[in-house]
């Protein structure tokens, strides 16, 4: 061991992590939509949807993405070679769970098509966090399952 690791001090202070989950929830307030925010404070929400808010359109019909699923004129930050022409279904679903959890709204737009949603909901919702999940569930009734 290095002379410099001994001075290390590992202790974890687990009621001021606590208390900084809570502080940035209460920034976030003021930041993101309020189901957003109501969504992030649930029990079982990971962190790292803290570092990195979700977002969501606010219509359905705002999601103008290729109605068939193929990669075409996908920003490099989502195209993926397995999402050409030739892609899987399972390729379209990752895609679109990746849109979801980590793309601004404008990416939603361009990504992802409403129709396409619908139809892969039940499994893109299989890969998505409950917090983001419930969101899209309570804006669009139409991907609730419980409501079709």
Excluded: C, K
Aim: cysteine-free; overall charge negative.
């Amino acid at each position: 061991m290095a002379e410099h690791d001994a001075d290390i001090d590992l202790a974890i202070d687990f009621d001021g992590a606590a208390a900084t989950r809570g502080e940035i929830l209460q920034t976030l307030e003021g930041q993101l939509d309020a189901d957003v925010v109501q969504a992030l404070q649930q029990p079982g929400t990971p962190d790292w949807l803290l570092a990195q808010p979700f977002q969501v359109v606010e219509r359905l019909g705002e999601l103008q993405g290729p109605a068939d699923g193929a990669g075409r004129n996908l920003s490099p930050r989502w195209s993926t070679p397995a999402l050409g022409h030739d892609g899987t279904q399972e390729d379209l679903v990752d895609l679109y769970r990746q849109v979801l959890m980590h793309g601004s709204t404008d990416d939603q737009r361009s990504v992802l098509a409403a129709g396409q949603l619908v139809a892969l909901w039940g499994a893109v919702r299989a890969g998505v966090p409950t917090a983001i999940a419930h969101v899209w569930e309570q804006r669009f009734p139409e991907l609730d399952p419980r409501g079709r």
